[in-house]
Protein backbone atom coordinates (compact mmCIF):
# COMPACT_ATOMS: atom_id res chain seq x y z
CA UNK A 1 0.00 0.00 0.00
CA UNK A 2 1.53 3.43 -0.98
CA UNK A 3 1.52 6.24 1.43
CA UNK A 4 -1.26 7.88 -0.63
CA UNK A 5 -3.38 4.70 -0.52
CA UNK A 6 -2.51 4.73 2.82
CA UNK A 7 -3.40 8.14 4.15
CA UNK A 8 -7.47 7.58 2.20
CA UNK A 9 -7.56 4.81 4.25
CA UNK A 10 -6.48 6.66 7.28
CA UNK A 11 -8.86 9.69 5.65
CA UNK A 12 -11.85 6.66 5.76
CA UNK A 13 -11.30 5.22 9.45
CA UNK A 14 -10.97 8.27 11.19
CA UNK A 15 -13.81 10.22 9.51
CA UNK A 16 -15.83 7.51 9.92
CA UNK A 17 -15.33 6.75 13.61
CA UNK A 18 -15.56 10.80 14.27
CA UNK A 19 -18.78 10.18 12.58
CA UNK A 20 -19.50 7.46 15.36
CA UNK A 21 -18.44 9.41 18.10
CA UNK A 22 -20.99 12.38 16.82
CA UNK A 23 -23.96 9.80 16.32
CA UNK A 24 -23.72 8.41 19.61
CA UNK A 25 -23.35 12.36 21.20
CA UNK A 26 -26.04 13.29 19.55
CA UNK A 27 -27.87 9.79 20.28
CA UNK A 28 -27.88 10.98 24.19
CA UNK A 29 -28.96 14.01 23.55
CA UNK A 30 -31.94 12.48 22.00
CA UNK A 31 -32.71 9.91 24.63
CA UNK A 32 -33.89 6.52 24.78
CA UNK A 33 -36.64 5.91 22.26
CA UNK A 34 -39.65 3.87 22.67
CA UNK A 35 -42.93 3.42 20.84
CA UNK A 36 -44.42 6.65 22.31
CA UNK A 37 -41.81 8.99 21.28
CA UNK A 38 -40.13 7.57 17.70
CA UNK A 39 -42.00 10.00 15.72
CA UNK A 40 -40.69 12.68 17.56
CA UNK A 41 -37.05 10.85 17.53
CA UNK A 42 -36.89 11.12 13.73
CA UNK A 43 -37.91 14.13 13.28
CA UNK A 44 -35.28 15.49 16.38
CA UNK A 45 -32.40 14.19 14.53
CA UNK A 46 -32.62 17.18 11.90
CA UNK A 47 -32.12 19.39 15.05
CA UNK A 48 -29.70 17.70 16.83
CA UNK A 49 -26.24 19.42 15.34
CA UNK A 50 -23.81 16.04 16.80
CA UNK A 51 -25.95 14.02 14.57
CA UNK A 52 -26.23 15.98 11.63
CA UNK A 53 -21.78 16.70 12.30
CA UNK A 54 -22.03 12.80 12.44
CA UNK A 55 -23.48 12.27 9.23
CA UNK A 56 -21.62 14.30 7.53
CA UNK A 57 -18.25 12.76 9.10
CA UNK A 58 -19.65 9.30 7.50
CA UNK A 59 -20.41 11.01 4.36
CA UNK A 60 -16.40 12.23 3.99
CA UNK A 61 -15.77 8.69 4.83
CA UNK A 62 -17.28 7.23 2.11
CA UNK A 63 -15.73 10.16 -0.37
CA UNK A 64 -12.22 8.93 1.16
CA UNK A 65 -12.84 4.95 1.03
CA UNK A 66 -14.75 5.54 -2.43
CA UNK A 67 -11.43 7.11 -3.62
CA UNK A 68 -9.38 4.43 -2.15
CA UNK A 69 -11.24 1.71 -4.28
CA UNK A 70 -10.26 3.84 -7.39
CA UNK A 71 -6.91 2.83 -5.98
CA UNK A 72 -6.81 -0.71 -4.28
CA UNK A 73 -8.28 -4.01 -4.32
CA UNK A 74 -11.67 -4.74 -2.64
CA UNK A 75 -10.29 -7.28 -1.45
CA UNK A 76 -7.40 -5.45 0.69
CA UNK A 77 -9.87 -2.17 1.33
CA UNK A 78 -12.69 -3.75 2.19
CA UNK A 79 -11.16 -5.56 5.16
CA UNK A 80 -8.64 -2.84 6.16
CA UNK A 81 -11.78 -0.48 6.64
CA UNK A 82 -12.99 -2.96 9.68
CA UNK A 83 -10.20 -1.02 11.65
CA UNK A 84 -12.95 1.45 12.45
CA UNK A 85 -14.46 -1.54 14.83
CA UNK A 86 -11.29 -1.06 16.74
CA UNK A 87 -11.30 2.91 16.64
CA UNK A 88 -14.82 2.42 17.44
CA UNK A 89 -14.34 0.30 20.87
CA UNK A 90 -11.35 2.23 22.23
CA UNK A 91 -13.56 5.41 21.49
CA UNK A 92 -16.23 3.97 23.59
CA UNK A 93 -13.79 3.24 26.18
CA UNK A 94 -11.74 6.34 26.39
CA UNK A 95 -14.71 9.03 25.81
CA UNK A 96 -17.87 6.97 26.77
CA UNK A 97 -16.49 4.92 29.85
CA UNK A 98 -17.72 1.91 28.08
CA UNK A 99 -16.60 -1.39 29.49
CA UNK A 100 -14.58 -3.55 27.22
CA UNK A 101 -14.58 -7.39 28.29
CA UNK A 102 -11.80 -9.65 27.58
CA UNK A 103 -13.30 -11.32 24.82
CA UNK A 104 -14.06 -8.46 23.24
CA UNK A 105 -10.13 -7.48 23.11
CA UNK A 106 -9.72 -11.03 22.29
CA UNK A 107 -12.19 -9.99 18.69
CA UNK A 108 -10.38 -7.00 18.49
CA UNK A 109 -6.89 -8.57 18.31
CA UNK A 110 -8.24 -10.79 15.48
CA UNK A 111 -9.52 -7.95 13.45
CA UNK A 112 -6.08 -6.37 13.72
CA UNK A 113 -4.03 -9.08 12.86
CA UNK A 114 -6.50 -10.15 10.17
CA UNK A 115 -5.84 -6.10 8.55
CA UNK A 116 -2.09 -6.80 8.71
CA UNK A 117 -2.51 -10.20 7.16
CA UNK A 118 -4.73 -8.63 4.61
CA UNK A 119 -2.46 -5.67 3.19
CA UNK A 120 1.31 -7.46 4.18
CA UNK A 121 3.11 -7.19 0.94
CA UNK A 122 6.19 -9.45 0.22
Same mark, same amino acid.
Given at each position: ???????????????????????? /??? %?? #?? !? =? +???? &???? @?????????????????????? /??? %?? #?? !? =? +???? &???? @??????????????????????????? #???????????????
Amino acid at each position: MSPQEFFLLLMSVLASVAGQFFLK /AGA %LK #LG !R =V +NVAN &AVSH @IFSIIATPELLLGLTCYGLGAV /AYI %LL #LT !R =V +NLSI &AGPS @ISLVYVFSVLLGYFIFREVIPVVRLAG #LSFIIIGVILVVWQK
